[in-house]
């Protein structure tokens, strides 16, 4: 009896331990890569059997960037010219995968950054009864001091549901010009990623002559913008402290390709009060080619030109605009989706990338 109860309490305990034994995990297999390089812009699409999410890591200047992805699909925009490496890796778990890795070629032609344009309108660095108190004209590779970035998703996407998320990673600086880039990548529970970069508490100016040289992303859902607020926008919010919009185009279908906006906002009594108005290429897109995108703004009135032509102009001299008669910051950004622009669609081509050659501001 005493051997028999043995066996059983070892049979018992071996079986217990199977029980008890993790499941195996199934790897992924089959990994296969395919890199599409365009000037400095490297696409990379992987693909594997049994992959539950993929990373893609690109390795620059002693640093990399990791891009998480579920379908396999990421890219990197590399600053110079040069010979980089790639890792590729498909995961069962962050802790379960497998990983190739390749080397890629990139080219950047010297004089613009990667996919800009060579050709489009300019302005003099000089205007009679002004001077140039501020500019910058993005050269060398790395951003000034005079910006910094907001990141995220805003409030309410931003106030406007937007459905990027800011990160300050989106940009690049290349043959004297700055590339804002969105890009169709999931991150931190968004679909898309974009860059906002700002002068807030950095630089700010009340009046004066601003022009903007960019060229501008397009298509359905996307929503690049130029624009100003006032220094006051954490001690009165929005609209009351103002806001200048030198620049806005949405994107898609029709003349919005080719369409641009130049808006005022500000609080009427507590209510959200705007004026603008639109200019529209008579063919082609804002794509194609720089413009330059510019305001006049003294404490009489505000106006809104394209390539140096006139379009629109504000009155700010009632009391109920009082907001324009401070100092406004500068913000950059290409945001993907909202109220106005509607989301992407399958015409939507990704990644869109604004280019800006210069921004100054005269007194």
């Known amino acids: ?58 390795y620059h200047n002693n640093d990399s960037t990791v891009v998480e ?30 990983s190739k890795v390749e080397s890629v070629s990139v080219t950047v032609s010297g004089g613009s950054s990667s996919g800009a344009p060579a050709t489009g309108y300019t302005t003099p660095l000089n205007y009679p009864n002004y001077s140039l108190v501020w500019n910058d004209e993005f050269n060398g590779t790395t951003l000034s001091s005079d910006w910094t970035f907001d990141i ?4 309410g996407g931003w106030g406007n549901n937007e459905l990027e998320y800011y ?29 906002r970069m700002k002068t807030q508490g950095l630089k700010s100016w009340k009046y004066g002559r601003i022009d903007i040289r960019a060229a501008l992303p397009y298509g359905q859902g996307i ?8 220094d006051n926008i954490t001690t009165v919010g929005w609209p009351s402290c103002g ?3 030198i620049m806005e185009l949405i994107g898609g279908a029709g003349a919005n390709d080719r369409t641009v906006h130049g808006t005022a906002h500000w609080s009427d009594n507590g209510v959200h ?7 529209v290429l008579s063919s082609g897109k804002f794509a194609d080619e720089f413009h330059v995108f510019s305001i006049i703004w003294n404490q009489n009135s505000i106006t809104w030109l394209l390539d140096d032509v006139p379009y629109k ?42 280019y800006v050659d210069y921004v100054r501001v005269f007194q």
């Open 1 to 58: 009896m005493s051997i028999h109860h043995l066996l059983i309490f070892v049979f018992a305990g071996m079986a217990g331990c199977d029980k008890n034994k993790p499941p195996q995990v199934q790897l992924p297999t089959n990994l296969v890569t395919e890199i599409t390089v365009t000037g400095g812009l490297v696409d990379v699409q992987a693909s594997a059997q049994n992959a539950n999410f993929y990373t893609v890591t690109f």
């Open 69 to 98: 992805t579920n379908d396999g699909q990421a890219d990197y925009t590399f600053a110079a010219s040069g010979t980089y490496t790639i890792k590729t890796s498909a995961h069962t778990t962050y802790t379960d995968f497998i």
């Open 152 to 155: 995220g998703t805003g409030s």
């Open 167 to 195: 990160t300050n990673q989106n940009y690049v600086i290349n043959g004297g010009v700055l590339a804002i880039t969105a890009k169709n990548q999931p991150f931190n529970s968004s679909l898309y990623t974009s860059t």
């Open 223 to 230: 929503w690049p913008a130029l624009w100003m607020l006032g």
């Open 243 to 245: 806001e200048i919009d």
């Open 273 to 279: 009060a705007s004026y603008g108005g639109s200019k």
């Open 313 to 354: 102009t504000l009155d700010t001299t009632p009391a109920n605009l009082s907001e324009f008669q401070n100092k406004f910051f500068l913000i950059f950004n290409v945001a993907v989706g909202g109220n106005w622009p509607g989301n992407p669609d399958a015409t939507t081509v990704f990644p869109q990338t604004m």
